[in-house]
């Protein structure tokens, strides 16, 4: 490839090394120069370009990074068409990322210009999620060093699909477990199994005895569970402990006790009548990624957890001060030159569904005896007018999660197309309401944009202009609503954060989470209703607001 400046006259068929910006018209980097080009670039004055001409034996850069992904994909990837000398591939399904780290590695190593990156090896990922890019440096590589590329790379990135399972679930009581604790575990086990399409079937509470859980053990299975997991009222700290005696006594075998992944050290892994049986660590009765997750991601892809696999797992096993998984990023489309030169064609517009949850499960405790959702705005309750707004946009379906007065919010909402999810961990804070929502959501849904019910002034229009500014193929998968340039709600969220979304805690909703992806955030100025929440008695009169009645009544 010869690279350098050249006269304009000349530079007919060159590939153009640097964009340029003409009054009435815009010249990409890598756009062939034609005869047209030439002459509206020599009529500025502009005299000599930068360009680059491919000899023979040059693959271009597009082909060279087809070629590259192509070999790479292993199996359940898409691969998008190439752009500006990048091929980026994303997950076909939810599932496992794997990753052969010599291949990558062999294949980065051949010549700077040929570039492999993915995501980490055992990633847990999302239908739709960027895995990996192949990327060529320069405008073009010599087809020997592609050619080796594509041999080391190959099958260097797959996906393990998830497969959904029947789960049977074994708690044990002592007396200082409140069955709401019990309670809590389940629904947090069950938003776990969402994740691979696998489902709870039975659940068993027995005292913390080995021959107790040893019964249950063996009536789930004999149920036609796949899998097992044991929450005991205890920790295990011994590998003679209740847990691992209990597998034993019912004619099974421990695998593996302990792990080098904090939280989650005191995981266990047996095995029983050929079914896999989790002695679930204490950390996985919280929401939070911990070491729990790894292996039962494993598991629910039909991979190998052997005693070496779990102490191979000590390096980037402390996750205690670690963020959310999910760190999507996707890529931006190809433009067209405004001249009509050879870039690739914008691709049409893809059809996605956005989903919309509304949060109506809070106790409105700033607002006093008044349930603040109940109130009356021009004779409407508030979740209604929310609701409303909602239903008169461009969203897929509405999901609204309730809680406090339950009943009372579902009858406010009478004669409206919503789905109704109830949230029985809602005095735990926002977080648990995003979670029960996201978990409610349609299984074709690409984004869900979340709506709180407190919040009158967001109308239809504003929900249908944030929906127009996700653009998850441009890089900017989340949409937050603003107000003179100050984050308000609502939020949407594109699918590939659903998995984070479901481990958030307590009431501070997802602000960290946005902070942490500032550069993946489309903002839609929508004005003063982005910040006005209606949380005391004194903004809802202010508001004109009308309470009395139902809205008072306790749970």
């Not at 994303?90 to 062999?106: H, K, M, T, Y």
């Not at 021959?211 to 920790?235: D, K, R």
């Not at 007018?385 to 309730?402: D, Y």
Request: with cysteine; aromatic share 2%.
């Amino acid at each position: 490839m010869k690279f350098g400046p050249v006269a304009t006259i000349e530079a007919e068929g060159a590939l153009l090394a640097h964009s340029l910006r003409l009054e009435g018209a815009t010249f990409r980097k890598g756009q062939r120069l034609s005869d047209a080009d030439i002459a509206l670039i020599a009529a500025t004055g502009i005299s000599e370009v930068v360009v680059a001409r491919l000899e023979p034996g040059d693959c271009h850069e597009d082909v060279a990074a087809e070629r590259l992904a192509r070999a790479a994909d292993g199996g359940g990837l898409r691969l998008d068409p190439p752009f500006t000398g990048r091929v980026n591939l994303f997950a076909a399904e939810d599932g496992l990322l794997l990753v052969d780290p010599p291949a990558v590695n062999a294949a980065n190593r051949i010549d700077p210009a040929i570039t492999l990156a993915t995501l980490p090896a055992f990633a847990r990922v999302t239908r739709g999620r960027m895995v990996a890019t192949a990327k060529i440096i320069p405008f073009a590589v010599a087809e020997p060093l592609i050619a080796q590329a594509e041999t080391a790379a190959r099958a260097a990135v797959r996906l393990a699909p998830f497969r959904p399972r029947k789960v049977g679930l074994v708690a044990t009581q002592l007396p200082h477990l409140k069955p709401s604790v019990l309670d809590k575990t389940r629904r947090i086990t069950e938003a776990r199994l969402a994740v691979s399409g696998s489902t709870l079937i039975g659940e068993e509470r027995v005292a913390h005895d080995p021959a107790a859980v040893a019964a249950a053990l063996t009536a789930l299975a004999a149920q036609g569970a796949e899998m097992l997991l044991v929450f005991g009222a205890s920790a295990i700290v011994d590998r003679k402990d209740v847990i691992p005696a209990a597998i034993e006594a019912a004619g099974g075998t421990v695998v593996h006790f302990g792990m080098p992944v904090d939280p989650g050290n005191l995981l266990l892994v047996g095995a029983l009548s050929g079914l896999p049986v989790l002695g679930a660590p204490g950390c996985a009765r919280s929401p939070r990624e911990n070491g729990f997750d790894w292996v039962l991601d494993r598991m629910m892809a039909d991979l190998p957890v052997r005693p070496e696999d779990i102490t191979g797992l000590g390096v980037g096993g402390l996750l205690m001060e670690i963020g959310t998984r999910p760190q999507p990023r996707a890529a931006a489309p190809a433009a067209k030159a405004e001249t009509g030169g050879n870039a690739m064609d914008h691709a049409a517009p893809i059809p996605r569904k956005v989903a919309a949850i509304l949060l109506a499960a809070g106790r409105s405790s700033r607002a006093g005896e008044t349930n603040k959702l109940l109130a009356r705005l021009d004779g409407e309750p508030l979740v209604r007018i929310a609701a409303r707004a909602a239903l008169a946009s461009g969203i897929s379906s509405l999901t609204v999660v309730t809680g406090h007065m339950a009943d009372a919010v579902g009858a406010a909402l009478n004669g409206l197309d919503a789905i109704l999810v109830h949230n029985p961990d809602h005095a735990d804070g926002m977080a648990s309401s995003i979670r029960t929502g996201i978990a409610a959501l349609p299984p074709d849904t690409d984004a869900a944009l979340i709506l709180l019910a407190d919040m009158p002034g967001i109308t239809a229009e504003a929900i249908d202009r944030i929906i127009a500014a996700y653009a998850p193929g441009a890089g900017k998968p989340i949409v937050v609503a603003t107000a003179e340039g100050k984050r308000g709600n609502p939020v949407l969220w594109d699918r590939a954060f659903f998995d984070a979304l479901t481990q958030l805690e307590g009431d501070t909703g997802a602000r960290a989470l946005i902070d942490r992806h500032q550069d993946q955030r489309a903002e839609v100025e929508i004005g003063p209703p982005a910040r006005l929440d209606l949380d005391t008695a004194a903004e809802l009169a202010a508001a004109g607001a009308k309470t009395g009645g139902q809205e008072t009544a306790k749970d």
